[in-house]
């Protein structure tokens, strides 16, 4: 339900040979919001994903998404949960086509089972086709569905970021992650990404981005969650965060 709280994080730590990357942070995510996580480079972003994920095992404190505890399951469990995220450096596979990239993702969603793909019974057939439409409606949701057949080696740095989103987006994610989504690209393709992202939240899937962008960040984000050294210094709206005196000093400086 919009509003309640789809993802805690509380007093979770994770340290590296005695540095601590993350420090007895917690914070909520509410269902159908954006919210952001900043800071400076090394402040714990992208481990914290990586913790949340199951890429990392915290060293302390829970992670709770839609009522059930992350403790001890893998990846692959958290995303059959509908826990979905993009990477920093987009992670394709370029021999594959565009809608291939894309059908990896929605595999989990996948019901024939082994022996009906192997055969390739008639519910696998059915099952197959339905998979590479619902697919195919992602890639034309980020406006890729022209580039389906391609070779997504060949796809440029932007479409890059597009692919692997709509390849979340397959999986028919509760929450998205979304790892600096915006770096590397063009302001009217930052727009873009904009247009996407709210128009993803507004189909009710609540999501969670780490981004350096400033611009991007105070004009898409309902919350904000700022990091220094693993530690969290400031959250709250966008107006609140622009006038927060110690994210100022620290990350914001005197312009946003």
Known sequence: MRGEVILSIAGVSK??????????????????AIKAVIGPNGAGKSTLFNLITGLEAQLCGGIVFNGCHMKGLKPNRRAA??????FQTPQIFE????????LVGRHLRGKAGLFAALLYTGRSRREDLAMRDHCYQVLEKVGLAHK????AGDLAC??????????ALALDPKILLLDEFAAGLTRQETEHMM??????????????????????????????????????????TPEEIQKDERVIEVYLGTEV
């Open 15 to 32: 340290s590296y040979g005695g540095l601590m990357a993350v420090s007895n942070l917690s914070f909520q995510v509410r269902a159908g």
């Open 81 to 86: 949960l509908g826990l979905a995220r993009t």
């Open 95 to 102: 021999s594959m086509s565009v809608l291939e990239n894309v």
């Open 148 to 151: 389906a057949h391609e070779d």
């Open 158 to 167: 932007g479409q890059l970021k597009l692919l692997e989103m709509a390849r």
């Open 195 to 236: 247009t996407i992202v709210r128009g993803i939240r507004d189909e009710g899937v609540t999501v969670l981005l780490v981004e350096h962008d400033m611009h991007l960040v105070m004009n898409l984000s309902d919350e904000i969650v700022v990091l220094n050294f693993g530690e969290k210094i400031g959250e709250g």
